[in-house]
């Protein structure tokens, strides 16, 4: 890896490029393995073992981008990953492309699941709330509250 302006990037071997706050999962297919890489998702091919696609939140969107604290694949091609400020993107892992950001949490995003349909997702964060959201109406259907501490997976 090479060390740029104290953050890291993904060299050419493959090896364990992953941030300390957050898990790895494996996308619908099970061919590809999502990678949070601070504010970076990677999305790398497991037989191959190379990085196919390198996910990054654009520039226009509210905020510095701040590491991904959290990942969930769906059973279709889409993912969501929390952040620390408290945002949630739905990404399209075959387009490679952001297709909604949902916000809502005060705190950073410490847990993420969807449903078996792909409709609804679930998201906990340190601001002890728990969301649940509407994937395809990209709206927050209830907040959970009563956590005495963070919401962890």
């Known amino acids: 890896m090479v060390k740029a302006y104290l953050r890291y990037e993904p060299a050419a071997a493959f090896g364990v490029i992953a941030s300390v706050d957050s898990s790895i999962a ?8 999502l990678a949070p890489a601070l504010e970076k998702v ?3 091919h497991v037989r191959q073992g190379v990085c196919t ?7 226009f969107s509210r905020g510095p981008s701040l590491a ?3 990942i969930a694949s769906s059973q279709s091609s889409l993912f969501a990953s929390g952040y620390a400020d408290g945002s949630i993107r739905i990404w399209d892992c075959d387009k490679g492309t952001c297709e909604t950001t949902l916000n809502g949490h005060k705190g950073a995003v410490t847990a993420l699941r ?16 728990v969301i649940l ?19 962890l997976i």
């Open 133 to 151: 959201w509407d994937v395809v109406g990209e709206a927050g259907l209830f907040r959970l509250r009563g956590h005495r501490d963070h919401v």
């Open 26 to 33: 494996y996308d619908s297919s099970g061919k590809h393995l």
């Open 53 to 59: 696609k390198t996910l990054t939140p654009s520039p």
């Open 42 to 44: 990677g999305v790398w």
């Open 114 to 129: 969807y449903n078996k349909l792909g409709s609804l997702l679930a998201s906990g964060s340190k601001d002890n709330d």
């Open 68 to 70: 991904v604290t959290s």
